[in-house]
């Protein structure tokens, strides 16, 4: 556990499954219920929930914060969002989104337009007056692993004196267990609840994410603070998890290590498919079809990468170490992936004909994943730089990437990308890629060879265009 103010063990969860539907409707879940239902313990009533729209301030106007602000809005909330960045404030102020996200614009726009969405510089400005301020600031990487808190102390410090009585402060970032009581210690306002209330977000459909959630977390030490944080989700068709802050904020830690896991077990199971000639396509067909293993989240690929998974896995066998347990497991789920890059590197280096020292290699992909412009711990980039050292000349493309990156010569459309390479190397799973013509792509290339790490193309397409295709377990 990070963070100087630690909490006990957890105590005994006080969790009511219902929907928010229900809910604003007439109190009662009618049966049967769709979600586990569990019976409240104590200290916990079913909420009466109002109607009434609340005044909401979103501190932190990056990917979550964002969708989180214009989703709220959308929901007919009245939102002021508040961010350091003084250029950002105003471009976002005209309609203009700085990230690419499915819906986002559009929403942004709206919420302007209805007047229910303002930015503003600064999380006090934004803050004044709200009845709920969600904390939505970024939690990087501590040099150590942990996560590091400044960032949402400095805003729970900022916002401290100009919070109204009976305000709730929300943490929507992602935050090592005890992050509430750290706030509650810094606000150092006995009249101010802190609730946890994790996103489940994935960039690329975030807007989608929030509006229609598989659940909707909420951790708080008042079961009124948590009615009324529930309340403002009236109209999501989801059920609630009612539970403490610690209890919340594991949940978010615990869900991004699972998935995580499950990418590492197929890509693990990937390379024993390689070993023994098996396909790793209708294995997973055949695992993912007993519904408690279930399809998703099995694509065998470069590995895992993103804002989330990495820091997040680190942060919780960090946290797991504080507390006293090794978590061994989830140790190994990050060395499988790091692994991964470099079984990727070998395939390229194969393909290259066993060096690449001087080899020309076309990427396609650059993004951690597809419908996304972000690049933080791209696996796509720690394979360039893996491939880079061993002296290979990367070209480079991606639809939504346009800057300059270090080492990498970027060109403007896929083919460029492929001109005089002896190994092209799919990266990431844009689907402009899977209908390319390989034929077309075979005459600008010095040799034949490709690297699938994603298992996107068609691979007979590749094999009859003269290709030698190499994908993950397959
Ligand atoms: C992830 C979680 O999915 C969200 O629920 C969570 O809210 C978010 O982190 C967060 O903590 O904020 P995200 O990082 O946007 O969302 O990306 P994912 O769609 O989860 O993908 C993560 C990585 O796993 C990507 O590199 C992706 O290519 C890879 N992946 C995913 C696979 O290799 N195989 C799969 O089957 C699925």
């Given at each position: 556990m990070t963070g100087s103010d630690q909490i006990g063990p957890l105590r005994t969860s006080r969790t009511v499954s219902h929907r928010a539907r229900t809910m604003a409707g007439r109190g009662e879940v009618p049966g049967p219920a769709p979600f586990p239902m569990t019976s409240p313990r104590s200290?916990?009533?079913r909420p009466v929930i109002s109607p009434l729209m609340g005044h909401i301030a979103v501190v932190g106007v990056g990917y979550v914060g964002l969708t989180t602000g214009a989703c709220l809005a959308k929901l007919g909330h009245t939102v002021v969002c508040g961010d350091v960045d003084e250029a950002r404030v105003a471009n976002l102020s005209k309609g203009e989104v700085p990230i690419v996200e499915a819906g986002l614009d559009q929403l942004v726009r709206d919420g302007l337009r209805s007047g229910n969405l303002r930015f503003v510089v600064g999380a006090a400005t934004a803050a004044e007056g709200a009845e709920f301020i969600y904390l939505c600031v970024p939690t990087p990487q501590g040099e150590d692993g942990s996560a590091d808190l400044s960032y949402i102390e400095s805003a729970a410090r900022e916002i401290s004196s100009v919070l109204e009585e009976g305000a709730i402060v929300v943490n929507?970032?992602?935050?090592?267990?005890g992050s509430a009581k750290v706030v509650e210690r810094v606000l150092g306002r006995p009249d101010v609840s802190v609730v946890s209330n994790p996103e489940f977000l994935r960039e690329g459909s975030a807007v989608h994410d929030f509006l229609h959630p598989d659940r909707i977390v909420v951790g708080a030490d008042d079961p009124n603070a948590a009615s009324r944080v529930a309340a403002?989700?009236?109209?999501?068709p989801a059920p609630f998890i009612v539970t403490d802050p610690a209890s919340a904020e594991t949940i978010k830690y615990a869900a991004n290590a699972f998935l995580a896991a499950k990418i590492s077990f197929v890509n693990a199971i990937a390379a024993v498919c390689e070993a023994v000639g098996a396909d790793v396509t209708d294995v997973v067909l055949g695992i993912g079809s007993d519904k408690r293993i279930g399809?998703?989240?099995l694509r065998p690929g470069p590995g895992w990468g993103g804002s989330c998974f990495p820091k997040d896995t680190r942060a919780l066998v960090r946290i797991a170490e504080d507390a006293g347990y090794d978590f061994d497991l989830l140790r190994g789920v990050i060395s499988v992936n790091s692994q991964q890059h470099a079984r990727v590197v070998d395939k390229i280096r194969d393909a290259a004909g066993g060096s690449l020292d001087g080899v020309v290699v076309g990427v396609w992909g650059l993004t951690f994943k597809a419908r996304t412009d972000d690049l933080r711990d791209s696996p796509s980039l720690a394979i360039i730089e893996a491939l880079r050292r061993e002296g290979a000349v990367v070209q480079g493309y991606d639809p939504t990437v346009e800057r300059e990156l270090d080492g990498i010569q970027l060109c403007v459309d896929p083919y460029e990308a492929c001109a005089g390479a002896r190994v092209l190397a799919v990266l990431t799973e844009w689907?402009?890629?899977?209908?390319?013509?390989p034929e077309h792509v075979g005459e600008l290339m010095s040799a034949r060879q490709v690297v699938d790490a994603r298992n996107l193309l068609e691979r007979p397409a590749w094999q009859r265009a003269g290709f030698t295709y190499q994908g993950i377990g397959r």
């Open positions: 200290g916990w009533t929507k970032s992602t935050v090592p267990v403002l989700y009236l109209g999501v399809h998703d989240f689907d402009d890629f899977r209908w390319i013509d």
